[in-house]
């Protein structure tokens, strides 16, 4: 790490910042508004949707900058509260190869700022904003930054076995660490690709990035950072790949990096 301590800091959300479902500690807030008050660049970054997101940039108290929502795709003006790009794709490819694979599963496709379509409903499918049931057509019909797809009488590992034949042009996935979950988006797109084109346009050296997640989803953004730090709760994988593990998210194991460098 750069001498004075990191000057882009990448934080994921759920399993990092708060325990899903939970607030950010007051000790993880403070941390992370001390880093800001020293002039570091903090940047939420997450899979969840810009409206998903809103809420925690408003308990972190950052009112400026930027945020990384939808797994990299979606790049966010804090002040505005609104996108200033968004890296679409063509579903249709992806719906048709994964239906071909598993024909009971259920997809969704992310409107940003609305909410979804979706050709059914799937746990947590109605958080903030618009849930609209479609057919498989109309799901089909516009581009999206992210396409989800959720096999409801299905398991992780099946899913994996399958998806070993997955084969999308133009377009990239990744699964998550709690049941049959998939995302896909473009090809390429990813929180470290994401994060270093802000690190470009932001003038911050390599050698002054850090970033801290704790799921599958995390793991271009950890390779990316010249300091990365997995959660005690991420899975061996992503832990394997960091350059350290702090403590479990309820032992606020952002804030105690973060404390290194930043003091409330």
């Not at 598993?102 to 958080?127: C, H, L, N």
């Not at 109309?138 to 999206?144: I, M, V």
Request: aromatic fraction near 6%.
């Amino acid at each position: 790490m750069a001498t004075g301590g990191p000057r882009l800091i990448a934080l994921d959300v759920d399993g990092t910042l708060l325990d899903t479902g939970s607030p950010v500690s007051e000790r993880v807030v403070a941390a992370v508004r001390a880093a800001v008050a020293a002039g570091a660049h903090v940047v939420v970054t997450t899979g969840r949707t810009v409206l998903v997101t809103r809420p925690v940039l408003a308990e972190l108290g950052l009112i400026e900058g930027h945020a990384l929502c939808s797994n990299g795709a979606v790049h966010v003006d804090v002040a505005k509260g609104q996108p200033l790009t968004v890296q679409e794709f063509d579903p249709a490819p992806a719906v048709v190869a994964l239906r071909a694979l598993i024909p009971e599963m259920v997809f969704a496709v992310e409107k940003v700022g609305v909410g979804y379509w979706a050709t059914g409903v799937s746990p947590g499918g109605f958080s903030l904003g618009e849930y609209l049931l479609v057919d498989h057509t109309a799901l089909s019909s516009e581009p999206t930054p992210r396409l989800n797809g959720w096999w409801p009488e299905g398991s992780l590992e099946e899913m994996l076995s399958l998806l070993r034949e997955l084969q999308v042009p133009g377009a990239s996935w990744v699964h998550g660490e709690f049941g049959p979950w998939l995302t896909v988006s473009r090809q390429g797109v990813s929180k470290g690709w994401a994060l270093e084109r802000l690190r470009q346009s932001l003038g911050v050296p390599r050698t002054a990035t850090l970033a801290i997640g704790d799921g599958y989803n995390d793991r271009e953004m950890l390779r990316w950072a010249a300091h990365s730090v997995a959660m005690a709760n991420a899975p061996a994988e992503v832990r394997d790949l960091a350059d350290e593990v702090t403590g479990d998210v309820r032992e606020d194991g952002v804030a105690t990096v973060l404390e290194r460098w930043f003091r409330p």
